[in-house]
């Protein structure tokens, strides 16, 4: 069973950039769909985006649309979250998610099985 730990969160101005990363261990990887996932505090948790196991489908709640931008790499294990142009209402602990299986509603964490423990994004005004 593959095991997802994320790294890159922290604190950043409004407008400001950060990537995210999620390393992965275990097998098969390219066999995992693979989203991000955030939750602040007293809210449900929100699909963020989401990419299928050759990056060939991709994902994004509206909000997030040509700001963010969700990738992976195989040969590395690890999937990305390039985030610009951040808001302080981005502000929540951001979680890596796989399924292995196709996912017909990508950003619904129902879909996924497998969570990483998460790593906080905080955005400043």
């Known amino acids: 069973q593959v095991r997802l730990e994320e790294s890159g969160g922290g604190s950043v101005q409004a407008g400001g950039s950060l990537r995210l990363s999620c390393t992965t261990s275990?097998?098969?990887?390219?066999?995992?769909?693979m989203a991000w996932f955030r939750q602040a505090p007293g809210q449900e948790r929100e699909g963020v985006a989401s990419?299928?196991?050759?990056?060939?489908?991709?994902s994004y709640v509206d909000s997030v649309k040509g700001r963010f931008a969700i990738s992976r790499d195989n040969a590395k294990n690890t999937l990305y979250l390039q985030m610009n142009s951040l808001k302080p209402e981005d502000t929540a602990m951001y979680y890596c998610a796989a399924a292995g299986y196709w996912v017909v509603t990508p950003l619904r964490a129902a879909s996924y099985d497998t969570w990483g423990q998460g790593t906080q994004v905080t955005v400043s005004s």
């Open positions: 990419i299928s196991m050759s990056g060939g489908t991709i």
């Open positions: 275990g097998n098969s990887f390219t066999e995992y769909y």
